[in-house]
């Protein structure tokens, strides 16, 4: 039966935490062996430092940052944390390719060895917008138009790039106004925005369109003003 899985983001280029614990559930018993694996690897990337086979490991003589990677993938930029609760390893400046899945096997003097998964996600931001007419044709200078009075508008914004897929939605006004996202493929999803009847009120209306696929980075967005000839 493998052990339970728990789940970890950090978006592109933040630090992602890896939560492990060390502590063992017997009284006056400790950790004598921390060894994280990624995937199927057989072989571990990270060991702190003190952390050998024929060397007892306690957690409360460790000094923060006095650890060592054994895979080179990662730089130096692996750390781990024994005396937080729980112990943690931080990946620092996460990359795509540090997602995936984790195992931390925590060997004590007295109790069952633990192991814990956990499954890291590294979100990649959306990377820029389009936003084109009816035709698919870019608008020139972000001003649409002019559209006569009573007339429909119909303008697309695409996004291009991120990971998970972002949410593209449509404001006006400061105010969402279509959030129905289409997904195009594994890196493109749009929203195309209809008006029918436009009114003199639209006449300068700004129009932004917004891409996000997280909470943390803010949302890449794109406006464009409509122009109109007013009866």
Known sequence: ??????????????????????????????????I???????????????????????ARDV?????????????????FYPNRTPAMLEILQTKPTD???YRCRVDFHKSPTRNTRVQLTVIVPPEKLLIVDEKGSHIRHY???????GATMNITCISTGGHP???????????????TSVVLSDKRVKNTLVLHRLERKHLKSVFTCQAANNNVTNPISASITLDMNCK
């Not at 060390?22 to 062996?33: E, F, H, K, V």
């Not at 000094?63 to 750390?79: L, W």
């Not at 593209?168 to 106004?177: D, F, G, L, M, R």
């Open 36 to 58: 994280w694996y990624k995937g199927a690897q057989t072989i571990p990337f990270y060991t702190p430092l003190c952390t050998v086979l024929i060397q007892k490991f306690d």
């Open 165 to 179: 897929l972002p949410k593209v939605q449509w404001y006006y006004e400061n105010k969402a106004i279509n959030n």
């Open 99 to 101: 997602s995936g899945i």
């Open 143 to 149: 001003i649409l138009g002019p559209y006569n009075e």
């Open 63 to 79: 000094r923060e940052g006095s650890h060592r990677s054994s895979n080179s993938s990662f730089d130096g930029r692996a750390n």
């Open 1 to 34: 039966m493998s052990p339970p899985l728990h789940l970890s983001e950090a978006v592109l280029g933040t630090v992602g935490q890896l939560e492990c614990n060390i502590t063992s559930p017997i009284n006056g018993d400790r950790a004598i062996l921390v």
